[in-house]
T-cell receptor, first 113, second 114 residues
Framework: NAGVTQTPKFQVLKTGQSMTLQCAQD?????MYWYRQDPGMGLRLIYY???????DKGEVPNGYNVSRLNKREFSLRLESAAPSQTSVYFC????????????FGDGTRLSIL | AQSVTQLGSHVSVSEGALVLLRCNYS??????LFWYVQYPNQGLQLLLK??????LVKGINGFEAEFKKSETSFHLTKPSAHMSDAAEYFC????????????FGKGTKLTVNP
């Protein structure tokens, strides 16, 4: 099915390790987003990319970096993981110039020990 | 800056009872508003959206929401709860500024009792 694909689905890291969360969409959407979800906090925007080649900080960008590799792919990198980054991470994409909703992936559940 | 407030982090209803989940927003411009549902260990699924057309919006699974500008509210309702409605519900507002960033409320977990 067309949509937003996130890999991996689950990951356990040790403090200080690095990793990259991958996101790809096959709907030809311009805008892509990374959110984190924590209990009682809702979803908070980490970074977004309004178009290929551009990225901007969201509400909680510290400790993260992103790369918009091409129109399809938007990756999120943790350079030195910390326990406070234990969360569920969601990628989303949005069609250009429309009032359509964002489309979400199934999430990556990340635990940092 | 936009913000969304969902009153009640947990709501419990009996099967067959009315479901009312409250959402208030703050926005300096007419917003787009959304309700998403999240079932355990799953991603977010769109229930319904308001985009400045009809103020009463009907969504999937029998849910609807009414946009009230004077009250800055967008409450979600369903006349008769079903066990399968047990989930977490998120209200979100979009800034329309080109990036279409969503600002989410903190969520309301709905429990449906038999």
């Amino acid at each position: 099915n067309a949509g937003v694909t996130q890999t991996p689905k689950f990951q356990v890291l040790k403090t200080g390790q690095s990793m990259t969360l991958q996101c790809a969409q096959d709907m030809n959407h311009n805008s892509m987003y990374w959110y984190r979800q924590d209990p009682g906090m809702g979803l908070r925007l980490i970074y977004y990319s309004a178009s290929e080649g551009t990225t901007d900080k969201g509400e909680v960008p510290n400790g993260y970096n992103v790369s918009r590799l091409n129109k399809r792919e938007f990756s999120l990198r943790l350079e030195s993981a910390a326990p406070s980054q234990t969360s569920v991470y969601f990628c989303a994409s949005y069609p250009p110039g429309s009032n359509q909703p964002q489309h979400f992936g199934d999430g990556t559940r990340l635990s940092i020990l | 800056a936009q913000s969304v407030t969902q009153l009640g982090s947990h709501v419990s209803v009996s099967e067959g009872a009315l479901v009312l989940l409250r959402c208030n927003y703050s926005s300096s411009v007419p917003p787009y508003l959304f309700w998403y549902v999240q079932y355990p260990n799953q991603g977010l699924q769109l229930l319904l959206k308001y985009t400045s057309a009809a103020t009463l919006v009907k969504g999937i699974n029998g849910f609807e929401a009414e946009f009230k500008k004077s009250e800055t509210s967008f409450h979600l309702t369903k006349p008769s709860a079903h066990m399968s409605d047990a989930a977490e519900y998120f209200c979100a507002v979009s800034d329309l500024g080109g990036s279409e960033k969503l600002v989410f409320g903190k969520g309301t977990k709905l429990t449906v009792n038999p």
